[in-house]
């Protein structure tokens, strides 16, 4: 009684048809379309398909019609219209109070779009005045397409572009007739493995067709929610206005309350609502109110500042109990206006084979622990990462304003596995074939994911290690909640193959900043370390090269802290207090600090001697790399050590150790072995002790180049 209460005040259309139809006659609800409706590949599609689950969702006072055709285009002069079908005549004999139409999947069929584009506008209008002519005053629904995977044969070969184009078509129509328009593609997009054919959803993708559907037609959308970084403690990003958003059942009106400020707003017909509050400066102490006539939801504690998101894979995992003095650290850590958001994993990425429940967790992309925000205490900051526990700390004693960071890093989690789907379907469609076999994704990786996994049972092939997952999985839920920027550790998970990382690390940069729609979101990255894995020269210095793909990166040298058989070195603090000297430096303007060590500019030959020159090279230095001391901003405290790491050669392959000489801002190199040197490279061993630093203290980065003639050439 209070669901039918709540409808017959919130939906108007809903409460005319009900008042409008014969006495006793349930609302009738025609669904139009071709084999999804129909509920083609499911093993009982009477019960199974999104009409009968509609049905069964909607209960008594509705009878729900399903009319789809397998194979049916909406294009008349496709290769099945469905306005030649029996299902349609039967449909039209069927005069409906509510019509549901979903089409033009077969219209992506080479026969059919290539040639009859330009009719499809006109053929969908015609099909609703036809169904109209009998039902007139229907409420009129269509749906956006269901994805296609990209394991469909004819993905790459246009389905895919034809798809795409259909969908803007169907939102012309929904303009056009003044139809409502419902969104069958976003929330069944991140589940591939419910398309198990690559068109047809399962059984669980046909209820959330069903369940897109209800909430159109009664405008229950389950009440007032928000997204689960809303808890007492938040922190809020200082400076730009304040999105605040979430979801509430259809016509109800929303009131947001943040200290004096209160707005506004009422739900719109897709359960979404939006208020935008004025900027605001660092404050604390503040609570947030949320509020519909059903559901009343308050924050206590909130605070604003400056929000930051720490990612990646296990290196920024790596908490700070498990680091270099990290128990004394937290000890003392206590900070209410330092906070954390930290998404652990329910399910580790051991060497071992989940059980059941897990993998039906991952499957269902419910893989990172609830949690809430909480101030650095010594409970908290003992298992938050290291990395960006130091971040915050340098942050908070320069800026002296509330610092939230969410850590969402993952244990050997893939480059790729943080970047949307449509960016990798566009642009790297290659990566995601046959995951579990495909070569562009590190075996170790691979292995471990297949370890995992063993119990699947030839199921689903989920798994954080896949392509897509980590962001759909733990970027996704994080529904555009604004911040400031991000520190990222990643690349262990990707050294086997630097150029396909070059391409994804692109990608990784421009999928982020198009989902937080900020174009300039600051994405500060770290180097890897010394170790000996053969091909981390190479990546070391492609990541090196990344720093001009794209603006606003940085990039933090770490080769003078590994450890030689141990990915995970103990010593973090000075890899978060240099990615905060980055942030300090480029986003909050503290010209005073050095935000990065030399890095290669150029390299002249001056007869036998090359002179090499960086940027960031004032008051070059040997720096000692042996026993690693550190002072506040990262820097190293010793210098007595010539320097090392450099080596030139005439011809590829034959390179010498070269003496080097500082004078002024550059690096002078001489070696008797070669006479005409054309290559030079420095820091060019998996574990390396080359020690060249700035007057910061701040180590070089590996680097590998030719040497251009005095002349330039």
């Given amino acids: 009684m209070k669901r039918l209460f709540l409808l017959l005040c919130l939906l108007p259309p809903l409460l005319l048809l009900m008042a409008a139809r014969p006495a006793q006659r349930p609302l009738r609800v025609a669904c139009i379309g071709d084999s999804i409706t129909y509920g083609m590949t499911l093993e009982d599609r009477e019960s199974e398909s999104y009409p009968a689950r509609l049905q069964q969702m909607l209960g008594q006072g509705f009878e729900v019609g399903n009319f789809g055709k397998n194979g049916a285009t909406l294009l008349r002069h496709g290769h099945r219209p469905y306005m030649e079908q029996e299902e349609y005549r039967a449909a039209m004999q069927w005069p409906a109070d509510i019509i549901v139409i979903h089409l033009g999947i077969n219209d992506t069929d080479p026969r059919n779009w290539p040639n009859y584009r330009d009719e499809f506008v006109g053929d969908y209008l015609a099909l609703i005045d036809s169904l109209k002519s009998v039902s007139p005053e229907a409420r009129l629904i269509i749906a956006l397409m269901t994805p296609l995977a990209d394991r469909h044969w004819r993905f790459q070969s246009g389905t895919r572009q034809w798809h795409g184009e259909i969908q803007e078509s169907i939102r012309v ?69 304040l999105d605040i958003h979430g979801v509430a059942d259809a016509g109800e009106k929303v009131s947001v309350r943040l200290g004096k400020e209160k ?98 967790s991952v499957d269902n992309l419910d893989y990172f622990q609830e949690t809430v925000w909480t101030a650095s205490s010594p409970v908290s900051a003992r298992d938050f990462s290291a990395v960006g526990y130091w971040f915050g700390r340098r942050l908070r004693d320069s800026l002296r304003v509330p610092v939230g960071l969410i850590c969402n890093a993952v244990g050997g989690a893939t480059c790729e596995s943080w970047i949307d789907r449509s960016t990798l379907e566009l642009e790297f469609p290659k990566i995601l074939e046959n995951w579990l076999g495909n070569d562009f994704i590190q075996g170790w990786a691979r292995g471990r994911a297949k370890k995992n996994l063993e119990n699947r049972a030839g199921k689903s092939d989920r798994h954080p290690y896949q392509p897509c997952y980590l962001f759909e999985a733990g970027i996704l839920p994080l529904d555009h909640y604004p911040v400031k920027g991000v520190i990222w ?29 900020q174009p300039a979101l600051p994405l500060y990255y770290v180097q890897l370390s010394s170790l000996n894995r053969p091909s981390w020269p190479w990546f070391r210095d492609s990541q090196r090269r990344l720093l001009a793909c794209r603006p606003g990166l940085g990039m933090v040298v770490t080769s003078d802290l590994g450890d030689p058989s141990d990915v995970h070195y103990k010593d973090k603090r000075p890899v978060g207090l240099r990615l905060a000297g980055l942030a300090l430096n480029d986003v909050y303007g503290y010209a005073d600090i050095v935000p990065s060590g030399p890095l290669f500019k150029r390299a002249v030959a001056d007869g036998s001697r090359v002179i090499v020159s960086f940027d960031y090279g004032s008051g070059l230095a040997a720096g000692e790399i042996p026993g690693r001391t550190w002072d506040d901003g990262g820097r190293s405290c010793t210098a007595s050590a010539p320097i090392v790491g450099f080596e030139i050669a005439e011809y590829e392959g034959c390179f010498y150790p070269a003496q080097a000489v500082v004078v002024g801002e550059t690096v002078v190199l001489t070696c008797p072995e070669v006479n005409r040197p054309r290559l030079v490279r420095y820091g060019w061993e998996p574990y390396t002790r080359a020690n060249l630093v700035n007057g910061a203290g701040l180590p070089a980065s590996t680097f590998r180049a030719p040497v251009a003639s005095a002349d330039g050439k």
């Fill in 173 to 241: 129509v929904a303009e056009l007739s003044g139809a409502e328009l419902v969104d069958f593609h976003t929330p069944l997009y991140p589940y591939p493995q419910h398309i198990p054919d690559a068109v047809h959803p399962d059984s669980f993708g046909a209820k959330i067709l069903a369940k897109v559907v209800y909430q159109e037609i009664t405008g229950d959308y389950g009440g007032l929610s928000l997204s689960p970084l809303y808890t007492d403690g938040m922190v809020m990003q200082r400076g730009v206005p």
């Fill in 263 to 360: 707005k506004t707003v009422v739900t719109g017909a897709d359960g979404k609502w939006r208020v935008e509050l004025s900027p605001r400066e660092a404050e604390t102490g503040l609570t947030l109110t949320v509020a519909t006539p059903a559901r009343k939801l308050v924050f206590r504690d909130v605070a604003v500042g400056e929000v930051w998101l720490c990612s990646g894979q296990s290196n920024m995992e790596f908490m700070l109990r498990q680091s270099e003095g990290g128990e004394e650290v937290a000890a003392a850590s206590a900070d209410p206006d330092l906070r954390f958001y930290d998404m652990k994993a329910r399910w580790r990425t051991d060497d071992v084979a989940w059980p059941a429940s897990a993998l039906d």
């Fill in 489 to 517: 550790y990643q690349g262990e998970s990707n050294a086997h193959n630097y150029s396909a990382h070059e391409k994804l690390f692109g990608l990784l940069v421009d999928s982020w900043r198009a989902y937080w729609d």
